[in-house]
């Protein structure tokens, strides 16, 4: 009962934190001149809504993906066609569209030199892939992930790249390299938390049970 209660009332802040979010971001577009700030609005409420309305998830990609395109702007582009390869993935179930899009955004980061965009959208592709059981090529994506955040000095994408790789691992009945990349994962999330770094509380707890989960079935 006492456990009901508590997940009541953290689904309804996490709602009113939400809407407070969507609200503060709609006073943002109304008010701004910026073009490169209503792009980051617009993605960033088309990833709000991934949870809870397709129409306006797209909706939104597709208004970022067009000011993007319009005034160049790398970093919108790349996050309007993830949102959008993600309506595909998660929505339609169309993961073919969903593919296509994850390497439109991939390719145009490459070619501006983004590598922080690549590697964001490769995890992404991953998880796709991960779907249609194309294992050896999650293999691959991880790898070149965990290449690109290794030079950014990036821990938290680290931890999550080392995690897919250790299940990519797994399901192609590699174990001992399974362990270890989850492993270095978790190791990861142990020394992100040391060094009291910036980010998610939750990225240890959820390294661990997937790192059990993993290691032990």
Request: glycine content about 4%; overall charge positive; hydrophobic content about 40%.
């Amino acid at each position: 009962m006492k456990n009901a209660l508590l997940l009541l009332i953290l689904s309804s802040w996490i709602f009113t934190a939400k809407g407070e979010e969507k609200d503060s971001l709609m006073q943002v577009l109304s008010s701004t001149r910026v073009d490169t700030v209503k792009a980051n609005c617009w993605n960033k409420l088309s990833y709000i809504f991934s949870e809870e309305d397709s129409a306006k998830t797209r909706l939104y990609a597709t208004y970022a993906l067009q000011l993007s395109t319009k005034i160049n702007f790398t970093k919108g582009s790349c996050e309007a066609w993830r949102n959008l390869a993600y309506y595909h993935e998660y929505f339609k179930y169309d993961f073919a569209t969903a593919e296509r899009y994850y390497l439109t955004g991939i390719q145009i980061a490459r070619k501006e030199k983004n590598v922080f965009q690549e590697g964001l959208g490769l995890m992404d592709y991953a998880s796709v892939l991960k779907k249609q059981k194309k294992h050896q090529k999650v293999l691959q994506i991880n790898k070149k992930a965990i290449e690109i955040f290794t030079s950014l000095r990036d821990t938290v994408k680290l931890i999550i790249a080392y995690n897919g790789l250790g299940n990519a691992y797994k399901n192609v009945n590699q174990f001992e390299k399974s362990i270890k990349a989850l492993l270095k994962s978790l190791q990861l999330a142990l020394l992100k938390n040391d060094q009291k770094l910036p980010g998610p509380t939750s990225t240890l707890g959820c390294v661990m049970t997937e790192t059990e989960i993993s290691i032990w079935h």
